[in-house]
């Protein structure tokens, strides 16, 4: 089993800025990517931003330029800087993490999530 936990959650001014952090532990044999969500109240939950075992980053259109995901692989760890926040960025903030197994079989873990409120 693997556990994964978000913090760094917050209510912050617009033009604010914050970090999340997210941990994963456990069984974990390798992670193909690492990557955060959100969901606002009445909305789908959307990617925000992700990075994978390469390196390689993709984030949605309304946060480029302003948040960056980065890692630390030796931790299992993931991370998104969050600048210039913007009201329409509140919401409550996933963390997923996607574990590959030694026979190939990918399985997809989620945080409970952080909340962040930006105030305008």
């Known amino acids: 089993q693997v556990q994964v936990v978000e913090s760094g959650g917050d209510l912050v001014q617009a033009g604010g800025s914050l970090r999340l952090s997210c941990a994963a532990s456990?069984?974990?044999?390798?992670?193909?990517?690492m990557g955060w969500y959100r969901q606002a109240p009445g909305k789908q939950r959307e990617l925000v931003a992700i990075?994978?075992?390469?390196?390689?980053?993709n984030y949605a259109d309304s946060v480029k330029g302003r948040f960056t995901i980065s890692r630390d692989s030796a931790k299992n760890t993931v991370y998104l800087q969050m600048n210039s926040l913007k009201p329409e960025d509140t919401a409550l903030y996933y963390c997923?993490?996607?574990?590959?197994?030694?026979?190939?079989?990918?399985?997809?873990?989620w945080g409970q999530g952080t909340q962040v409120t930006v105030s305008s």
């Open positions: 456990g069984s974990i044999s390798s992670i193909s990517a």
């Open positions: 990075i994978t075992r390469g390196g390689s980053t």
């Open positions: 997923n993490v996607r574990v590959i197994t030694t026979g190939y079989i990918e399985f997809s873990y």
